[in-house]
C-alpha cells in the first residue's frame, strides 16, 4: 500500500506548489492582493533565498503522516471511509499544528506581517487583508486554510486515489501512482482557494472584519463539532478495530507523537513566564502571544487522539494478530 508514501511526497509538492507565492508575491502578480504575509525567522539551513527553513520542509509530510496514520490506527477509514476519515485528519492535524502555530510568534520563529505592507498602499488594503481577522497572533485564514482544509484535502485525495485501490488489491505502480501524488499535491491548493470563497466575499473593497471573523469562527467551531462527532461515533462502535493493522501505530505515532507533545510542551512551559508577563498580548521582548486556551485545547485533542490509536491499535494486536506483540491469545 503505497498511501502512505503518497502522502509524503504530495506533501512536500503542495509545500513548494504553495510557498513561493507567500514568499515572492510580486513573481506571480499577488502583490496586490496577498502582499508580504510572513517571514520566517534566519535558521541554520534554508531553502528559497533564505525564506524557507529545513525545519518547514521536514514539518509538513511528517505531521501530516502523523496525523493520517493516527486515525488510521484508529481505524476511521477501514470502517467510515474516506472523507470522514479525513475530516477526523484534518481534525488531528489541526490539533498538533496549532499547537506549533500559536507558539512560533511568541519564540520569533517567523513573524505575521501585520502593520506595514510590503508594496506600496495602506496596511488596511495588503497586510490586514490577508491577515485579518486573528486569533491572538495567528491569523484564523490560517487556521482554517493551512491547517485545516489543505490536508484534509490532500489527506482525502490520497486515500480516494490511492489507498481505495490499494485495499481493492490493486495499488498503483509506476507512472499510474506518479500522476495520482502530483494530483494530490497539486489540488490540495485549489481546495484550499473552493474553502476560503465565504471570507473572500466579504474581503472585495474595504474587508469586512466583522464579517469574516464570524465566518471563520463559525466554520472553525462547525469543524470542530462534526470531526468529534464523527470521531465519538466511531469510538462507541464495538467493531471499531475491524481492519486496523495494529503495526500501523507501532512505532511511529507513539514514539514520534509523544516526542512531539513532549517537546512543545516544555516549550510551551519556558515561554509561559514572557506569555503571562505580557501586555496587551505582546511580551517585554515584543513579539505577540498566542492563544494559550486554544493551544490546550489542542494539546487535549492531540494526546487524547494518540493515546487513544496506541491503545486502539495494541487491542487489535491482541485481539486479530497476537504474534507481533509477543503473545498468544485463546482464540474462539
Keep these: 500500500d503505497p498511501t502512505n508514501l503518497a502522502i509524503w511526497l504530495a506533501s512536500l509538492l503542495y509545500l513548494f506548489v504553495i510557498e513561493p507565492p ?6 506571480f502578480g499577488l502583490q496586490h492582493s496577498v502582499g508580504f504575509m510572513f ?38 477509514f477501514a ?3 474516506p472523507l470522514a476519515g479525513a475530516v477526523c485528519t484534518a481534525l488531528v492535524y489541526q490539533a498538533f499544528y496549532e499547537i506549533f502555530d500559536q507558539l512560533g510568534p ?48 490532500l489527506i482525502y485525495l490520497a486515500v480516494r486515489l490511492i489507498g481505495v ?75 471499531r478495530t475491524s481492519g486496523v493493522d495494529p503495526r500501523s501505530a507501532m512505532p511511529f505515532i507513539v514514539v514520534f507523537g509523544a516526542l512531539y507533545l513532549v517537546v512543545f510542551a516544555v516549550l510551551w512551559i519556558s515561554a ?7 501586555v496587551d498580548g505582546v511580551t517585554a521582548a515584543g513579539t505577540p502571544t498566542g492563544s494559550l486556551p486554544y493551544a490546550i485545547a489542542c494539546f487535549v485533542l492531540a494526546v487524547a487522539a ?12 491482541r485481539v486479530d494478530r497476537p504474534e507481533l506483540v509477543g503473545f498468544s491469545t485463546p482464540q474462539s
Design 306 to 317: 494518540l493515546g487513544t490509536a496506541a491503545a486502539t491499535a495494541a487491542r487489535a494486536g
Design 106 to 153: 511568541q519564540m520569533k520563529w517567523w513573524a505575521w506581517n501585520v502593520d506595514e505592507p510590503f508594496f506600496g498602499g495602506t496596511a488596511s488594503d495588503l497586510g490586514n487583508k490577508a491577515n485579518s481577522p486573528m486569533l491572538a497572533s495567528v491569523p484564523m485564514n490560517s487556521i482554517w486554510l493551512f491547517a485545516s482544509v489543505s490536508f484534509g484535502v
Design 39 to 76: 517571514s520566517h525567522n534566519v535558521f541554520s539551513v534554508q531553502f528559497m533565498y533564505d525564506r524557507l527553513p529545513l525545519y518547514i520542509v521536514a514539518f509538513y509530510p511528517a505531521v501530516s503522516q502523523l496525523a493520517y496514520e493516527i486515525v488510521r490506527a484508529l481505524g476511521v
Design 272 to 278: 509561559l513566564p514572557a506569555y503571562l508577563d505580557a
Design 22 to 27: 507567500l514568499y515572492f508575491p510580486q513573481w
Design 79 to 81: 470502517r467510515r471511509g
Design 165 to 239: 485501490s490499494s485495499a481493492a488489491g490493486a495499488p498503483p505502480r509506476g507512472f499510474s501512482l506518479g500522476w495520482r501524488i502530483v494530483v494530490t499535491g497539486v489540488c490540495a491548493p485549489i481546495g484550499m482557494v473552493v474553502f476560503s470563497i465565504p471570507t473572500a466575499i466579504f474581503g472585495q473593497g474595504t474587508p469586512n472584519v466583522t464579517a469574516q471573523t464570524i465566518v471563520l469562527t463559525t466554520e472553525l467551531a462547525a469543524f470542530w463539532v462534526i470531526g468529534l462527532a464523527v470521531l465519538a461515533r466511531h469510538l462507541r462502535d464495538p467493531q
